[in-house]
């Protein structure tokens, strides 16, 4: 046998996981690095978030942000606007003006359409210049003249020939009516005359009568004589009665035809007279309805050219020329309708905002207010400074919306404009306005929902 050693191999123990036992120093080392690889970065964030957090908190409650309720606004003039319209309106024939230009008071705006106008007002003229022809041919009649002349200067838009006409016409019918007249005139002077003749002629028969009734009566009495002597008979006698009868029945209708004829003349002399106050009657009235007519046409042919004075439509002011609504030539313009604004030059400007009903208990008299004009870009220019000057007792309710809201107005302080000179205001310029109401810290402005909403939570039933 030899000697020869055996080495008889170690047992390899290993761990449940198995691991050997002479690795496990190395795989704890292992882990330990991994742990501490990922401790590392966790720790790292972890400071970094608290330092994050703590710092916004820090900052967050000492830093103040302002409180400010925002408004729509535009920009006003302090003094009043004027706002420019036409009484009668009109249709628009030229604007010569543009928005921004300046005027004095008195300066052409714009000019109406006024060959309506001038057509009525040349009507007019010539409807008085044959009125005027006919008051003459009236106060011709009324003069009983015999001739009628009229001499006035034609109208505009008249020429010779038609006034000749207009004339001639007028007089043709003085003719006719004077010859109408001076006829019936005639017509009851000679039924007069005829009847004056026929009274005369009356009289004289029974004058003539009376004288042969006394003859007969002189005759009768002395046949009554002599017939009483029995010289006379009786039939002569009563035939000298019959004959005085006969006599005295011829002078009764003498009388009777004499007060027929002064009747029948009483009654040609009234109609004649009826016939000049008929005559003359119409001519009054004739007369006065045409004064009445010539009155009104003058009145009308006043408002006419009136209409074409004011078809020259002129600054009321001096100012700036702002709101143009009416551009078109060719446009409608209606009675009292406006058509430009002119606001004041060089005067003060306010800027008015509506502040709604829910922000109103925020603003007052004197406040802060900032105002940031929307024409001009965020970027290039800074919100101008100023403070309320006036804020509205009562809400005013708008008609489209029906929200109600609140008129304030806002003055820059000065010096603000000169702050930023490429800015200027003009009117009507819209803004969004700021009222400050005071500072508060960020952290306030991030907790306030929150806290809203835990106390409206805990007031819900």
């Given at each position: 046998?030899?000697?020869?050693?055996?080495?008889?191999?170690?047992?390899?123990?290993?761990?449940?996981?198995?691991?050997?036992?002479?690795?496990?120093?190395?795989?704890?080392?292992?882990?330990?690095?991994?742990?501490?690889?990922?401790l590392g970065p966790m720790l790292t964030?972890?400071?970094?978030?608290?330092?994050?957090?703590?710092?916004?908190?820090?900052?967050?409650?000492?830093?103040?942000?302002?409180?400010?309720?925002?408004?729509?606004?535009?920009?006003?003039?302090?003094?009043?606007?004027?706002?420019?319209?036409?009484?009668?309106?009109?249709?628009?024939?030229?604007?010569?003006?543009?928005?921004?230009?300046?005027?004095?008071?008195?300066?052409?705006?714009?000019?109406?359409?006024?060959?309506?106008?001038?057509?009525?007002?040349?009507?007019?003229?010539?409807?008085?210049?044959?009125?005027?022809?006919?008051?003459?041919?009236?106060?011709?009649?009324?003069?009983?003249?015999?001739?009628?002349?009229?001499?006035?200067?034609?109208?505009?838009?008249?020429?010779?020939?038609?006034?000749?006409?207009?004339?001639?016409?007028?007089?043709?019918?003085?003719?006719?009516?004077?010859?109408?007249?001076?006829?019936?005139?005639?017509?009851?002077?000679?039924?007069?005359?005829?009847?004056?003749?026929?009274?005369?002629?009356?009289?004289?028969?029974?004058?003539?009568?009376?004288?042969?009734?006394?003859?007969?009566?002189?005759?009768?009495?002395?046949?009554?004589?002599?017939?009483?002597?029995?010289?006379?008979?009786?039939?002569?006698?009563?035939?000298?009665?019959?004959?005085?009868?006969?006599?005295?029945?011829?002078?009764?209708?003498?009388?009777?035809?004499?007060?027929?004829?002064?009747?029948?003349?009483?009654?040609?002399?009234?109609?004649?007279?009826?016939?000049?106050?008929?005559?003359?009657?119409?001519?009054?009235?004739?007369?006065?309805?045409?004064?009445?007519?010539?009155?009104?046409?003058?009145?009308?042919?006043?408002?006419?050219?009136?209409?074409?004075?004011?078809?020259?439509?002129?600054?009321?002011?001096?100012?700036?020329?702002?709101?143009?609504?009416?551009?078109?030539?060719?446009?409608?313009?209606?009675?009292?309708?406006?058509?430009?604004?002119?606001?004041?030059?060089?005067?003060?400007?306010?800027?008015?905002?509506h502040a709604k009903a829910a922000d109103?208990d925020s603003v007052h008299v004197g406040?802060?207010?900032?105002?940031?004009?929307?024409?001009?870009?965020?970027?290039?220019?800074?919100?101008?400074?100023?403070?309320?000057?006036?804020?509205?007792?009562?809400?005013?309710?708008?008609?489209?919306?029906?929200?109600?809201?609140?008129?304030?107005?806002?003055?820059?302080?000065?010096?603000?404009?000169?702050?930023?000179?490429?800015?200027?205001?003009?009117?009507?310029?819209?803004?969004?306005?700021?009222?400050?109401?005071?500072?508060?810290?960020?952290?306030?402005?991030?907790?306030?929902?929150?806290?809203?909403?835990?106390?409206?939570?805990?007031?819900?039933?």
């Amino acid at each position: 046998m030899s000697n020869s050693s055996i080495t008889l191999a170690s047992p390899e123990y290993r761990r449940a996981d198995n691991v050997p036992l002479s690795d496990w120093d190395e795989v704890v080392r292992e882990e330990n690095r991994k742990e501490t690889t990922f401790l590392g970065p966790m720790l790292t964030g972890l400071a970094i978030l608290v330092i994050g957090v703590g710092g916004f908190l820090l900052w967050a409650s000492v830093t103040l942000v302002a409180q400010a309720s925002m408004a729509a606004g535009k920009v006003i003039v302090q003094s009043n606007t004027k706002t420019v319209t036409h009484l009668e309106g009109g249709t628009l024939e030229s604007l010569v003006v543009a928005e921004g230009d300046k005027v004095n008071a008195g300066s052409l705006i714009a000019t109406l359409d006024v060959t309506r106008s001038q057509s009525n007002a040349t009507q007019l003229r010539q409807q008085l210049f044959v009125l005027h022809i006919r008051l003459a041919r009236l106060m011709a009649e009324k003069d009983e003249k015999t001739v009628f002349d009229f001499t006035q200067p034609l109208p505009e838009g008249m020429d010779k020939d038609t006034a000749q006409q207009l004339v001639d016409t007028e007089r043709k019918l003085f003719q006719e009516r004077l010859a109408q007249f001076s006829g019936q005139l005639s017509v009851g002077r000679s039924t007069i005359e005829q009847l004056k003749s026929q009274r005369v002629a009356l009289v004289a028969r029974r004058q003539s009568s009376a004288e042969q009734v006394e003859v007969v009566r002189r005759d009768y009495d002395m046949l009554d004589k002599l017939q009483e002597r029995k010289l006379a008979t009786k039939i002569e006698l009563n035939e000298k009665k019959l004959q005085l009868m006969d006599m005295q029945t011829r002078i009764a209708e003498s009388d009777a035809s004499i007060a027929e004829a002064n009747q029948r003349q009483t009654q040609a002399e009234l109609s004649l007279a009826n016939t000049r106050t008929d005559y003359f009657r119409q001519i009054s009235e004739q007369t006065q309805e045409t004064q009445a007519d010539i009155a009104r046409i003058r009145q009308e042919i006043i408002a006419a050219e009136d209409v074409v004075a004011k078809s020259a439509i002129r600054s009321p002011q001096t100012g700036i020329i702002a709101n143009i609504r009416i551009r078109t030539p060719g446009s409608a313009v209606l009675a009292g309708q406006p058509i430009v604004d002119i606001v004041p030059d060089n005067q003060p400007m306010l800027i008015e905002g509506h502040a709604k009903a829910a922000d109103i208990d925020s603003v007052h008299v004197g406040q802060k207010a900032e105002i940031k004009l929307t024409s001009f870009g965020a970027a290039e220019t800074q919100p101008l400074v100023g403070h309320v000057v006036y804020v509205a007792a009562d809400g005013t309710t708008d008609e489209r919306t029906g929200e109600v809201s609140y008129v304030f107005r806002a003055t820059l302080d000065e010096g603000e404009l000169k702050k930023q000179p490429d800015l200027f205001l003009y009117p009507g310029m819209t803004a969004d306005v700021y009222i400050v109401n005071g500072d508060r810290t960020a952290l306030a402005y991030l907790t306030l929902p929150i806290l809203r909403s835990f106390s409206k939570a805990f007031r819900e039933q």
